[in-house]
């Protein structure tokens, strides 16, 4: 949560209101000039080899573990999120650099193609300049998987962060740029207006995190100059519990994915589809797991969920609460009287498919649960939606992996959350997803491919 005042970008802890610190707003028009010393930084940095850009970025990921205690407190202060989690986030950005690192310079290594008349070189070169513009909910994670491909490619960044978390992303950068030459690491501060100056400006690939509507703007801002894009966008993930599913676990799961990090998560499970003969029993687990989770300040031992990140995210979930409450929808578990700044973890139930909070992403700690008759209807409303990132299904392995196999999402975990072992990609389909990061596919997004080719004597 933030407030601008004058030039300043105020931080507020969305758990209190109180401001935790502030930033230097950007000034649109001085966006251009940012980028044009980006490009002569630029040139050196490109010169270096993967394995002198790649050691820099270790340096600076052992200096960012160093400072994980103190910049997870930060990020907890100005996001809500426990103070576990925050701190964590940073360090599993820390802790993972070098191995992220490797990976990327692995995936960039030069390739040598031949055939019976020409040998060809293939090459993953810089861009140039890559503006990276992150949303809030993992404020660290997330500038994180744009800059650091990005970087190892050769290209300078700009990076602009939420406006909702300035602070956390503005000292992982600094972490950054103890390492880095000057000029290769730039942060913009600002909303939409400077997002918008950055995108327009002369910048050659645009990685890009947040909601589908603003993807879709940046993509048709971008299409004037034809610039490249990496879009990963929201999503409304289902998830199936299958008849012979151990209900317990998909219970577990389901409360947990519904709710971390107060639902404010891209693969938040948003919609549950159960078999009619397991919905009682599945919903009554998720009823009395739900009502013992702790929610308050993440600064609070013991909490689990945090506030919602701004009266304008909570505003928009309690609509979409109201309106299916009055379209007949039933309330397994919840309150009428949701604390300012927070929202009380609730599973609606009786729902229908046309109901605004089974269509549009709710991002908020809210459970849809919807009794099915057949898996082929379960299947088919699972996919009844434009999004498609994540999904997941419960049930015996075999049974689920089939079942899996017909969900229209990028990412889909059986028995587990979406995410897959370490070099897949992270990836949505449909609406969710345009480019993608991760794995030796997702790395190269961020570099211009270049064949080299020579005659065969
Ligand atoms: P958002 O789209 O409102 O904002 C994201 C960023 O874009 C912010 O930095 C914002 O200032 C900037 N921005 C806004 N308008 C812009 C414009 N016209 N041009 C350029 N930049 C602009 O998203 P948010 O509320 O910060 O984040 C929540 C959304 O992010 C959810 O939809 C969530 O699902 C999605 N998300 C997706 C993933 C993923 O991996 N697919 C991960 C995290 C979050």
């Known amino acids: 949560m933030t407030v601008t ?15 935790v610190g502030s930033v230097v707003v950007t000034a649109p028009e001085a966006i251009s000039g940012m980028v044009d010393q980006a490009r002569k930084a630029q040139k050196a940095w490109a010169a270096l ?17 160093a400072k994980a205690v103190e910049i997870g407190t930060t990020l907890t202060q100005e996001m809500g999120k426990p103070l576990r989690e925050g701190i964590g986030e940073v360090k599993s950005c820390a802790r993972g650099m070098a191995s992220t690192v490797d990976e990327i310079a692995a995936a960039l290594q030069p390739v040598v193609t031949e055939d019976k008349r020409t040998k060809s070189h293939v090459f993953y070169d810089a861009f140039g300049v890559c503006a990276a513009i992150a949303p809030w909910n993992f404020p660290v994670a997330m500038p994180h998987s744009l800059v650091i491909p990005a970087l190892m490619a050769g290209n300078a960044v700009i990076l602009k962060p939420s406006e909702e978390t300035p602070l956390s992303a503005q000292a992982y950068a600094d972490v ?7 000029g290769v690491l730039t942060v913009v501060h600002g909303a939409d207006e400077q997002g918008k100056a950055l995108v327009n400006a002369d910048v050659d690939l645009i990685a890009f995190t947040g909601s589908r509507e603003t993807g879709k703007k940046i993509l048709e801002n971008a299409s004037r100059d034809l610039k490249r894009v990496v879009l990963e966008l929201g999503g409304k993930d289902p998830m199936i519990v299958l008849d012979d599913a151990n209900l317990e676990e998909a219970a577990k799961f389901a409360v947990m994915n519904s709710f971390r990090n107060a639902g404010q998560v891209c693969v938040s499970t948003e ?14 687990l998720m009823k009395t797991m739900t009502e013992n989770l702790k929610q308050g300040d993440g600064q609070e031992e013991g909490t689990q969920i945090g506030p919602m990140i701004n009266d304008r995210q909570r505003a928009h979930v309690l609509k ?47 459970a849809c649960v919807v ?47 979406c995410g897959g072992a370490s070099g897949t ?22 570099a211009q491919v270049r064949v080299v080719s020579v005659p065969k004597g």
């Open 5 to 19: 005042l004058s030039d300043q970008l105020v931080s507020l802890n969305p758990a209190t209101g109180e401001p």
């Open 49 to 65: 080899t993967l394995e002198e850009r790649g050691a820099q970025l270790k340096a600076a990921g052992e200096a960012l573990e």
């Open 176 to 182: 950054l740029n103890e390492f880095l030459p000057a």
């Open 271 to 284: 919609r549950i589809y159960v078999d009619e003969r397991v919905a009682t029993e599945f919903e009554n």
């Open 320 to 366: 979409q609460l109201e309106l299916a409450k009055n379209e007949g929808a039933r309330v397994v578990t919840g309150s009428d009287a949701h604390p300012e700044r927070f929202i009380v973890p609730t599973i609606l139930s009786d729902l229908n498919p046309a109901m605004a909070i089974m269509r549009d992403e709710t991002f908020g700690p809210i």
């Open 371 to 417: 009794r099915y008759q057949s898996e082929e209807d379960a299947v088919r409303q699972a996919n009844d939606t434009p999004f498609g990132l994540g999904a997941a299904v419960f049930g015996e392995e075999e049974h689920a992996l089939k079942v899996a196999r017909h969900l229209d999402a990028g990412m889909i975990g059986v028995n587990k959350s």
């Open 425 to 446: 990609p992270w990836v949505g389909a449909k609406e969710s997803g345009y480019g993608y990061h991760g794995s030796d596919e997702g790395h190269r997004q961020f």
